[in-house]
């Protein structure tokens, strides 16, 4: 078990339901990406929810409940507070019975750190193997929610699936955990308003992939480089975080330092070309706030120097301090072109000058 802590707040992070805070308030699904959709799904746990949720209940529950915790110690209390808890699978299903590693929105350090922002105490991560994958929707229930983790409260998105061959949908979990007296919310699944909005063929439809808000669509407009719309689904700018290393230092000999940065192995990566960025330096210093800058980024194998790996590289402007070992944070604001190969430097050169210039203008209307 982990205890991830940033400015006084932490996320626990448990590889299994052994060793967690219990009871919980429990959302459920996959949450790569911590999307707008995903939020609507954890809302409902979250600590403020539920103090809503108990107060209208009614005044005699809360006397009721107020006299209890009065008769407790400090340690019994914290007992019996329910911990916002959200419950995904690692690996992702998809890679588990594809057998291929499956890049993701946010690796687990993203996703934790997304959390922790919504006010989340706790992420359970139920190692998703054979074992798993073979329990009915009723043993799923009984056994993972009720016994294990203690579930006092379950919301999900309405198209959750779960169990043996996905067999048992949102509804059967609210009958199942109706059994137990576990109240479960059903979270409508959220669209992409303004896409509706502004195509006029769409207005009148009903809900399609092309509208709904997921982590496929996500996904496919990085690859697009359809920034502005990965974006607006996220609820927040896509960011790449990694850590400054050596690199080949050729940006240098044309005037435009780069800093390369190591993503995680895991961490999915948008369509290959240049961006227009905001970043934010962190120190080494943990108690130093970050730096903001603005600059332009490159995905791609630098085909003008016969490059051969993927790399990413950010050149910040009006910048000359060392970056060495320092995480940045690189939030994606707009795609400005593919990658290409240059019939020389002076001309590569003269091109990021353009990019450097357009990137400008674009963040400074940003």
């Not at 409902?44 to 209208?56: G, K, S």
């Not at 999915?268 to 120190?283: D, E």
């Not at 910040?316 to 320092?326: E, K």
């Amino acid at each position: 078990m982990l205890n991830l802590s940033q400015n006084g707040c932490s996320v626990w992070v448990a590889s299994s339901t052994e060793g967690i805070l219990t009871p919980t308030a429990v959302a459920l699904g996959k949450f790569d990406g911590v999307h707008i959709g995903h939020k609507r799904v954890i809302q409902p746990i979250l600590p403020l929810a539920q103090d809503q949720e108990r107060r209208e209940d009614g005044d005699n529950l809360a006397e009721k409940s107020s006299r209890q915790t009065a008769n407790l110690t400090p340690l019994e209390s914290q007992k019996e507070r329910i911990h916002s808890t959200v419950v995904t699978f690692d690996p992702h299903p998809q890679e588990f019975f594809t057998g291929q590693p499956r890049a993701l929105l946010t690796p687990l350090d993203e996703k934790v750190e997304q959390l922790r922002s919504l006010g989340v105490e706790q992420l359970v991560l139920l190692p998703f193997d054979k074992d798993l994958s073979a329990l009915s929707p009723q043993d799923f229930v009984a056994k993972i929610l009720v016994q294990q983790l203690q579930c006092q409260q379950i919301s999900v998105g309405e198209d959750f699936c779960f169990g043996k061959k996905r067999m048992g949908t949102a509804q059967d979990l609210q009958t199942l955990a109706a059994k137990f007296n576990i109240p479960v919310t059903i979270v409508p699944i959220q669209t992409d308003i303004h896409d509706l909005s502004t195509n006029n063929s769409d207005i009148n439809t009903t809900l399609t992939e092309d509208n709904r808000i997921s982590t496929s669509l996500i996904r496919q407009s990085l690859e697009t480089g359809d920034i502005e719309k990965a974006n607006r689904l996220l609820g927040r700018p896509y960011t790449l975080t990694g850590v400054v290393i050596p690199g080949q230092k050729l940006g240098r000999t044309i005037g435009f330092p780069t800093a390369n940065l190591q993503l995680p192995k895991d961490k999915f990566l948008p369509r290959q070309g240049v961006y227009a960025v905001q970043v934010l330096i962190h120190s080494q210093n943990p108690d130093a706030s970050p730096t903001q800058n603005l600059g332009v980024m490159n995905i791609g194998n630098r085909p003008t120097v016969n490059g051969t790996n993927s790399s990413v590289e950010v050149h910040l402007f009006d910048w000359s301090d060392d970056l060495y070992s320092q995480k940045l944070v690189v939030q994606l604001v707009k795609f400005l072109r593919p990658e290409q190969k240059f019939p020389s430097l002076e001309a590569l050169k003269t091109q990021i000058q353009l990019d450097c210039t357009i990137a400008r203008e674009i963040l400074a209307s940003h």
